[in-house]
Nanobody, 126 residues
């Protein structure tokens, strides 16, 4: 079992920044990959970014490349998502998720992730 708790969301103006944090507990943190997803009202949950077990490899959806940065600290059992140059279309509930079965690959499909946090709201005003 893995428990995930997100924090750091909020309201920010366009062009601003936020830092989302996800604290994990349960299984050994370095044994699974981590991802961030988001879901806007009326839309399906979509992949945002992911990081490999070691933290050496990352992957982003095209719409956030160059603006968002994912990282993990295996000593602190946390994964961060730094959001810069925010746009109104980034408004969504952001979820962190754990991928226990991807071994050392990075996966982007919602169905491939096994555990989810409760989500944190990010609202970007224009």
């Amino acid at each position: 079992q893995v428990q995930l708790v997100e924090s750091g969301g909020g309201l920010v103006q366009a062009g601003g920044s936020l830092r989302l944090s996800c604290a994990a507990s349960g299984r050994t943190f370095s044994s699974y990959g981590m991802g961030w997803f988001r879901q806007a009202p009326g839309k399906e949950r979509e992949f945002v970014a992911a990081v490999s077990r070691s933290g050496e490899r990352t992957y982003y959806v095209d719409s956030v490349k160059g603006r968002f940065t994912i990282s993990r600290d295996n000593a602190k059992n946390t994964v961060l998502l730094r959001l810069n140059s925010l746009k109104p279309e980034d408004t969504a509930v952001y979820y962190c998720a754990a991928d226990l079965g991807g071994w050392h690959s990075i996966r982007t499909n919602v169905d491939e992730y096994d555990y989810w946090g409760q989500g944190t709201q990010v609202t970007v005003s224009s």
